[in-house]
């Protein structure tokens, strides 16, 4: 069930920290990245302008931040901003003995990372502010063709040497056509190689994922060939992960996994929020529709767009009357949105009639 703070807003802020990045992935889906420059880049936040919002969204009860971009080591300043969290005080909500509870205490901080420039000083910085980090691993021998960058090695390594320094990490798998027949080696790799936990997320289109999106499209056939690999790799190795992006729940029933966590929900603003690298408020991270500034945070409470995410008020037509409605939003909303125009556009994956 979604927490909010005690602000309107969710617990988890996601900051974009800047428009840069040192890969050319295919499936990245930023915004900024579209060929169309639909989503024009402005003036990044100074340090000041970022230390500013993050006091004052752990004023207004953000329990967690993660950064990323772009790519966050691009900014020379990034490590001055993560301190500057370190020692801000966030309320969490707990629920302990049945009872919930709350208190005060250093927000949980992540890093987004490509891995490219992580470092055994990286990690050093890292573990000092207790930062979990997570890195992408979007295939081994296709490393290159989805990144531009041959940099999977080094990727694998800093995961053993993140473990070796007592930091906890997530392997980031973006699952595509191009990928998906060495899914259960890649998974098995970062798992190998020292990670906790496997994030793992289907290709949707959106910014530079816009161009050639047809030969990294999966389909529900291989989405359940992803989910069941992602399960048997799971289960040897004794760990668990999940997906990030919703499924259609007639394409994925979450009751049959137990290792990969499925979600059918749609979490953009109900768990989580964006800022982007220019100070605005979007509902996620895949959302191309900047909302209001955050110097002007409180009008994105009574936002249109906004409350359609809040109000859940986004169902397909094609889902209604299906029996599943109650705890499904049909897909990916945000990659709807893009592919099909509208915010209610049916998912990439065409809902199963045998649910209606």
Known sequence: MPILARSFLPSTAVLEMTYRCNH??????????????????????TTAQWKNIIAKLCDMGIASFAFTGGEALLRDDLFDIIAHAAQCRAEHI??????????????????????????????????????NLAMSLP?????????????????????????AAGLRTVCNVTVTRKNIHELYETLAAGLIAGADQILMNRFL??????TGAEEMMIDGPMLTQMLDIAEEVLTKAGRFGSLGTEVPRCWADPAKYK??????RCSAALEFFVIDPSGFVRVCNHSQVRLHHFDEIEKVKLDPYWTTFTQRRYLPKECGGC????????????????????IDSPDTLPPVPRNL
């Open 24 to 45: 050319e992935c295919r499936f990245c889906s930023c915004p900024w990245f579209a060929a169309d420059g639909r989503f024009p880049c402005h003036s990044e936040l």
């Open 205 to 210: 289109p959106g910014g530079r994922g816009l």
């Open 139 to 163: 295939g081994l021998d296709t490393f290159k063709w989805h990144t531009g960058s041959d940099t999977a090695d080094h990727v694998l390594k800093m995961f053993g040497k993140a473990k």
């Open 259 to 264: 290792r990969i966590t499925v979600g059918t």
């Open 94 to 131: 707990e629920t302990k003995e049945g009872e919930l509870r709350t208190y005060m205490g250093a927000p949980g901080l992540y890093l987004i990372s490509n891995g490219k420039l992580v470092t055994e000083e990286t990690l050093a910085r890292l573990k000092e502010h207790e930062v």
């Open 323 to 342: 029996r599943d409605a109650a705890d499904c939003d049909g897909g990916c909303r945000e990659a709807a949105h893009i592919v099909g125009g509208k």
